[in-house]
C-alpha cells in the first residue's frame, strides 16, 4: 500500500473550517484513502473514504486532487470535540497492508 | 449491537507470562484484525484475518500468536510477555478485506508487562 505524509500538528479556530491534507504520491490505481480520527486513547474511529471522486458525509469532506497523489479532509465547522488525531491512509486490495502512520493531532481552540 | 468488544480492558504482566486478548463482533464482519499502539505513535498491524478460517501476518507479528474461532470472534495470544509488549491493543473489524471497507475498532486493551 502507498505511504502517506501528513504535518504532526495543526491548529484550528472553533467554527471555522479544518482542512487537514495528506500526500500519498505513490497511490496506485487500486487504492482508497481512508480517513480515521482517535479522541484520547480510544479505539481509531471511521470518517470518510474515497477513490477518485470527492466525497461527502454527515462528518467530512474529502477532496482528492485529479492526479490522486494528496488528498484534504474538510471538516466544515469545527467544535471542540474535534479535537483528535487524524489517521489517513490508504488501502488496497491486501488486508495485510493497513498500518496507520503518526497522524495530523488537530487542536480546535475556542 | 455493541459493535467490537474487547476483553480485558487492563492488563498487567510479569515478563514471561503468557495471556490472551479476546475480541468479538457483532456487525456479521467478514474480517478481523489486531494492532498494537505504542505511546505517541500510530497504529501497526500485528495479525490479520480476512475471512473465518484464515489467518496472515501483518507488520509486526513476532511474539503474538492468533485465532479465529468463528466468524465473531478473534483472540490474540502472548505465549510469553516481554516489556517490549507494553503497549495499547486494538481489535477491529471490516465487511470485507479490502479496499472499500471501513474498519470498526473496540475501545482497546491497555497492556503492561513488568
Known amino acids: 500500500d502507498a505511504k502517506t505524509t501528513q504535518p504532526p500538528s495543526m491548529d484550528c479556530a472553533e467554527g471555522r473550517a479544518a482542512n487537514l491534507p495528506c500526500n500519498h504520491s505513490?497511490?496506485?490505481?487500486?487504492?482508497?484513502v481512508y480517513w480515521y480520527r482517535q479522541i484520547h486513547s480510544q479505539g481509531p474511529q471511521y470518517i470518510i473514504h474515497?477513490?477518485?471522486n470527492n466525497e461527502t458525509n454527515e462528518m467530512a469532506s474529502l477532496i482528492i486532487t485529479e492526479d490522486r497523489k494528496s488528498s484534504t479532509l474538510i471538516l466544515p465547522h469545527a467544535t471542540l470535540r474535534d479535537t483528535a488525531v487524524y489517521y489517513c491512509?490508504?488501502?488496497?486490495?491486501?488486508?495485510?497492508?493497513?498500518?496507520f502512520g503518526d497522524g495530523t493531532t488537530l487542536t480546535v481552540k475556542p | 449491537n455493541a459493535g467490537v468488544t474487547q476483553t480485558p480492558k487492563f492488563q498487567v504482566l510479569k515478563t514471561g507470562q503468557s495471556m490472551t486478548l479476546q475480541c468479538a463482533q457483532d456487525?456479521?464482519?467478514?474480517?478481523m484484525y489486531w494492532y498494537r499502539q505504542d505511546p505517541g505513535m500510530g497504529l501497526r498491524l500485528i495479525y490479520y484475518?480476512?475471512?473465518?478460517?484464515?489467518?496472515d501476518k501483518g507488520e509486526v507479528p513476532n511474539g503474538y500468536n492468533v485465532s479465529r474461532l468463528n466468524k465473531r470472534e478473534f483472540s490474540l495470544r502472548l505465549e510469553s510477555a516481554a516489556p517490549s509488549q507494553t503497549s495499547v491493543y486494538f481489535c477491529?473489524?471490516?465487511?470485507?478485506?479490502?479496499?472499500?471497507?471501513?474498519?470498526?475498532f473496540g475501545p482497546g486493551t491497555r497492556l503492561t508487562v513488568t
Open positions: 477491529a473489524s471490516s465487511e470485507a478485506p479490502g479496499q472499500g471497507s471501513e474498519q470498526y
Open positions: 505513490t497511490i496506485s490505481g487500486n487504492e482508497y
Open positions: 474515497g477513490l477518485k
Open positions: 491512509i490508504v488501502r488496497g486490495p491486501n488486508a495485510g497492508k493497513s498500518t
Open positions: 456487525m456479521n464482519h467478514n474480517s
Open positions: 484475518s480476512a475471512s473465518e478460517g484464515t489467518t
